[in-house]
């Protein structure tokens, strides 16, 4: 069974737990950065809520268990009830992958802590390093620019109008070829360098801060 997983069942029970706090929190900070900036839908919807039934999807879910590729229900964004729909536009879609860095970020903190006191428990550490380098993709990943990812949305609302219709005009093609690159050996080619190389930047960005706390 091990073979068709994309971690092992020793992991597995902190994958899950990982993938319910992550796939929550990415999903709720979307929801409350539209809700201060004045879209109530996700909320009229019974998104604003760090409860995960609310959240995730169970095929998505088991997806990204088995094949290390899923996704969560997507939050109800309705642009119309943003005053500075541009800007709102990309704090919301940022807001997610920030949730999954910043808990990446204190699942370092976390882990530093735990070796610096000397915690002899090698369940939690696993735990924590799983915990961290799950979030760490998600956050990285969301933020790449191929739709319909985060990072994607953030460009639509940096560039000019007629270029944002341009794209939308596109997004279905730019879709195909997203998830070409994600499920075929391309994905080692392009989606893993470029996925590894901004988390290991990130990561070294973390360490440094970090250090002067902890050493």
Excluded: C
């Excluded at 879609?93 to 699942?107: E, V």
């Excluded at 341009?166 to 499920?183: A, N, P, R």
Aim: proline share 7%; glycine share 6%.
């Amino acid at each position: 069974m091990e073979h068709f997983l994309a971690f092992s069942l020793q992991d597995l029970p902190y994958v899950v737990m990982t993938l319910i706090v992550a796939f929550t929190l990415h999903e709720f900070a979307h929801a409350y950065v539209a809700y201060l900036f004045g879209d109530h839908t996700a909320k009229k919807q019974g998104r604003l809520t760090l409860s995960p039934l609310a959240h995730l999807d169970p095929f998505g879910t088991l997806l990204l268990i088995i094949a290390g590729f899923g996704w969560a229900k997507p939050v109800p964004v309705n642009r119309y009830f943003f005053k500075k729909p541009r800007l709102a536009g990309i704090l919301v879609s940022i807001a997610g992958p920030f949730s999954n860095l910043l808990l990446a970020f204190i699942g370092l903190l976390i882990y530093y802590l735990m070796n610096n006191a000397a915690v002899d428990n090698d369940a939690l550490y696993r735990f924590f390093t799983l915990f961290i380098q799950i979030n760490l993709t998600l956050g990285v990943f969301n933020l790449l620019p191929f739709p319909p990812l985060d990072g994607y949305r953030v460009i639509e609302d940096l560039v000019p109008p007629s270029t944002r219709a341009k794209m939308t005009q596109y997004e279905s093609w730019g879709i195909f070829v997203f998830l070409i690159l994600v499920i075929t050996p391309l994905d080692r080619i392009v989606i893993w360098p470029l996925l590894n190389g901004v988390a290991t930047f990130v990561m070294n960005i973390f360490q440094q801060i970090l250090a002067p706390l902890i050493y």
